[in-house]
């Protein structure tokens, strides 16, 4: 959706969350260069190892104007958002004209709506998009999603596994989820 070239800037939001990393690894398969928030500091530390040029640790910093500056004032070409509310709104800012910016969740759950007279000017898209929808409606994404297992059976995209827990400890694991201490997917095994 967002017809990513390797002239872009992204900017993906949420580097810790599956989105996230797989956003960061498929943008930089296409050579782009990608900067990326996170919430803390060991956070952008393996955002980098996924290949973010530059992880703004959004707990210390605005990220709006550090995207500024590492962009020269000029906005990013593409921004893969999941989190909505404030972080959706500074998104669109962060967007260059006739920029794309994809929103793909509201982690938050923000009731703020974005701010469509912004993009407008910009003469940007915005788009939504929901897997779930696209698989039980449309179809074609499973296409996409057969190339990104590919990629993934080359070691071109990796998955993430932050840490396992055994079932008795399922308290744990969501607490641990909860905190958001997790960097990638926490698996529960019987």
């Not at 996170?38 to 980098?48: P, Q």
């Not at 260059?96 to 993009?119: C, Q």
Request: net charge positive; aromatic share 6%.
């Amino acid at each position: 959706m967002a017809r990513i070239e390797a002239a872009d800037t992204v900017l993906v939001q949420s580097a810790g969350s599956g989105v996230g990393m797989a956003g960061i690894q498929i943008a930089k398969y296409f050579k782009t260069r990608v900067i990326t928030t996170a919430g803390s500091d060991e956070k952008v530390a393996r955002a980098r190892e996924l290949g973010a040029d530059v992880a703004i640790n959004y707990q210390k910093q605005d990220f709006l104007p550090e995207v500024m500056r590492c962009t020269a004032g000029k906005g990013v070409a593409v921004v893969l958002e999941t989190v909505g509310g404030d972080v959706l709104t500074k998104s669109i800012q962060a967007l260059a004209p006739m920029g794309r910016l994809i929103t793909v969740g509201n982690s938050s759950r923000s009731s703020v709506a974005p701010d469509m007279d912004l993009v407008r000017r910009k003469n940007a898209i915005f788009a939504r998009f929901s897997l779930g929808t696209q698989m039980s409606s449309y179809g074609g994404v499973m296409a996409e999603l057969a190339k990104i297992m590919e990629l993934c059976g080359q070691d071109k995209l990796r998955t993430v596994v932050d840490k396992v827990f055994p079932m008795s400890q399922v308290s744990e694991a969501h607490r641990y989820v909860a905190e958001r201490r997790n960097f990638g997917k926490v698996i529960l095994i019987p």
